[in-house]
Every structure is written in structure tokens, then in C-alpha cells.
């Protein structure tokens, strides 16, 4: 009965901490908006600032990774524009666009020498699948692992 008594008692504590910072974040959103201003009130309240280098949409930094629909939320962002509140398994945060780099497809040849490791790669995987196969049915038939190694030789 402890037991249960001290879980209820600890998740009801997790459960208020974090509504209690959502409506410090919520807060701090509304004040940030206001004075256009995410250092200073970061600096002045002891938070966190973390600035992000450029990152691919589909690739986040890890402590974004929990945020539902992040994509999508930062695709919908103006440069200059701070976020909504933004829930994660770790907190709250407040999102500011400081640049915005337009999609692009790169030239072929700023990216051959990747492509043909990557089809190289891919086709080595391929024709290394199909030799296994083959070894593993002339196993089955009854052939000798040295017998078939001497093929290879």
C-alpha cells in the first residue's frame, strides 16, 4: 500500500512540475514576444539559451527529437519568429528562427563521388546476398563447406 501511496505521491509531483512550467513557459513566451528579445530574458531569468547550427528538416538536434511535429512547426516559422510553447519528454522550449537556408538540389557532380559509394554499397550488399544464398543451397543439397570453399579459392 506504501508502494502504491509513493508512486501516486511522486507522479502527482511530475504532473504539477510540469504544468508549472508550461505556464512559466507560456509566460516567458508572452514577455519574449513582446520585447523582441530571447537573450536578454533568457540571461536576465538564468535560462538556457542554446544556439543550433543549420541542420537538415528531417534531422533535428537529439533534444528536439521528442517534440510532435517538429517539422512541421519549424517549416511554419518566419526568420525572426519565435515558436509557440513546445512540449518534450524533457521540458518546454521556445523556438526563434534566426536563418532559413531554401531547399535545393545539389549539382551532380558536388555529390557523384557519394552517389557512386552509396550504389557501389548498395550493389556489393546485393550480389554478397545473392553468393550466401548460393552457398546456403548447395549446403542443403547435401555439397561439403569444403567443397564449396574451393570454388572460391
Do not use: C, W
Request: glycine share 4%; charged share 30%; net charge negative.
Amino acid at each position: 500500500m506504501e508502494d502504491v501511496k509513493g508512486s501516486i505521491t511522486k507522479e502527482l509531483k511530475i504532473s504539477r512540475g510540469m504544468q508549472s512550467a508550461y505556464v512559466d513557459a507560456k509566460k516567458a513566451h508572452d514577455i519574449i514576444y513582446q520585447e523582441n528579445n530571447i537573450d536578454f530574458y533568457g540571461n536576465k531569468n538564468n535560462l538556457k539559451i542554446h544556439d543550433a547550427e543549420f541542420f537538415p528538416i528531417n534531422k533535428p538536434p537529439q533534444e528536439f527529437t521528442s517534440i510532435k511535429d517538429f517539422a512541421a512547426i519549424l517549416l511554419d516559422l518566419q526568420k525572426d519568429e519565435i515558436s509557440k510553447v513546445l512540449a518534450a519528454e524533457n521540458g518546454y522550449y521556445l523556438l526563434k528562427v534566426i536563418d532559413k537556408k531554401p531547399a535545393y538540389l545539389p549539382k551532380l557532380n558536388t555529390i557523384e563521388s557519394e552517389v557512386t559509394r552509396r550504389f557501389i554499397e548498395s550493389e556489393t550488399q546485393i550480389l554478397a546476398e545473392k553468393e550466401a544464398k548460393s552457398i546456403l543451397d548447395s549446403t542443403k543439397s547435401g555439397e561439403t563447406l569444403d567443397n564449396i570453399a574451393a570454388k572460391y579459392v
